[in-house]
């Protein structure tokens, strides 16, 4: 017989860089997990899950929950900050997750500036009737860089990452960034209306 023993990592160890990389195997074949991870199980190389569903002020203010229910949700915020916040992170250092996810209880009490059906808080959730509340898919996120220019990151998340769309609002404001299926690599410079 052939001996594997000294070959490749322990089971125990495959099935955590699995759960980590949001993988499971379905057969013979490497599929997107379809299990709801605990939310302080890590999100990319600096993030929990929570840190990305517990950030913002009306989360804090209203004490809502605002659990993804959609594995895919959990995929989508995975990716964003795999693709886009760790690479920031690694460049920059620190930011501060300024706004996350948002569902569909949470957005009720977020009554301007948002567009739950365009922005993509709201990631691979549904609606009340079981339809996508985003059809963009994916997932975003706001964040500050300390004592950094935030066109500065914009303009590096621009040359150097896969992102879908990024909102810009001001040199000293946060920045809105997706990672989505589409990854337009859309810019959209935003100003406050009179």
Not at 157 to 163: D, L
Request: hydrophobic share 35%; charged share 25%; proline share 6%.
């Amino acid at each position: 017989g052939v001996s594997l023993e000294g070959y490749g990592m322990p089971p125990d160890e495959l099935d955590a860089v699995l759960k980590q990389s949001r993988l499971e195997v379905d057969g013979i074949a490497m599929v997107r997990s379809t299990a709801l991870p605990a939310l302080d199980d890590a999100c990319g190389a600096y993030h929990s899950y929570r840190d990305f569903i517990a950030c913002g002020e009306t989360q804090a203010k209203t004490g809502l929950s605002n659990l993804p229910l959609s594995p895919d949700t959990y995929n989508a915020l995975h990716d964003l900050a795999v693709h886009i916040v760790n690479p920031v992170m690694d460049y920059f250092g620190g930011i501060e997750l300024t706004y996350g996810f948002c569902s569909r209880e949470l957005s009720k009490h977020i009554t301007h500036r948002v567009d739950p059906s365009r922005d993509q808080h709201a990631s691979h959730e549904v609606n009340t009737r079981g339809n996508l509340i985003c059809k963009r898919l994916g997932a975003a996120c706001d964040f500050k860089a300390p004592d950094e220019s935030m066109l500065e990151v914009a303009q590096w998340i621009v040359e150097n990452t896969p992102f879908d769309r990024l909102y810009f609002y001001g040199d000293d404001k946060p920045v809105h960034v997706s990672y989505g299926p589409e990854q337009n690599r859309a810019v959209v410079i935003m100003s406050e209306s009179a």
